[in-house]
């Protein structure tokens, strides 16, 4: 995820702010900008030129659904790893299943 800085620099008598992008991004950015014969700093401004001409509704939505689907494959994955934890103890199972067992009885009683 790029982090804009809030410090400005000049360059040519122009005010830009100062953007941190991680190397991934910066590499799939740069190949962007060698195929479409631009600099890389062109090819940011115009994306966010782009982006607030939409008035980042597309970029809102694209970021929830991101979040959404790592969250649920975060927790997908921690889900398998406890079960298979848990699958391979087969008295942990038991246990469960007794302790399951007494206190819905004592629930229903």
Known sequence: MAIAHTDFY???NLVRKSIQIPSTQHKELKALAVELDSSLGDVVE???E???QDNYQQLKSAIMQKR???LSSSLNYSLDEAYAYL???PETLEDAQFFFEAGHEGMVA
């Open 68 to 70: 959404e689907r790592e």
């Open 50 to 52: 782009l982006m607030q």
């Open 87 to 89: 699958g391979s103890l």
């Open 46 to 48: 115009t994306i966010m």
């Open 10 to 12: 000049r360059h040519e």
